[in-house]
């Protein structure tokens, strides 16, 4: 995710999952939202994340699948 070539400038959970955890952080230029699932979750989780600056909050749903 970024803003005209710029990641930006921070990123607020408003919406935990609730089979895991989300860790937004910037690589290079991008700004990356990570989701790690819970050990032996399956199914789906939702979180809300919120870019800052300007962003309004967005609603992501994964799906985990087995091994």
Do not use: E, K, P
């Given at each position: 995710v970024e803003k005209g070539g710029k990641p930006f400038n921070a990123g607020l959970?408003?919406?935990r999952p609730t089979h895991g955890k989300v860790f937004i952080h910037t690589v290079g230029d991008v700004t990356r939202v990570d989701y790690t699932p819970d050990r032996c979750f399956v199914g789906t989780d939702t979180f809300i994340v919120k870019l800052l600056p300007g962003?309004?909050?967005?609603?992501?749903?994964?799906t985990v699948t087995g091994p």
């Open positions: 959970l408003t919406g962003s309004a909050g967005f609603r992501t749903a994964v």
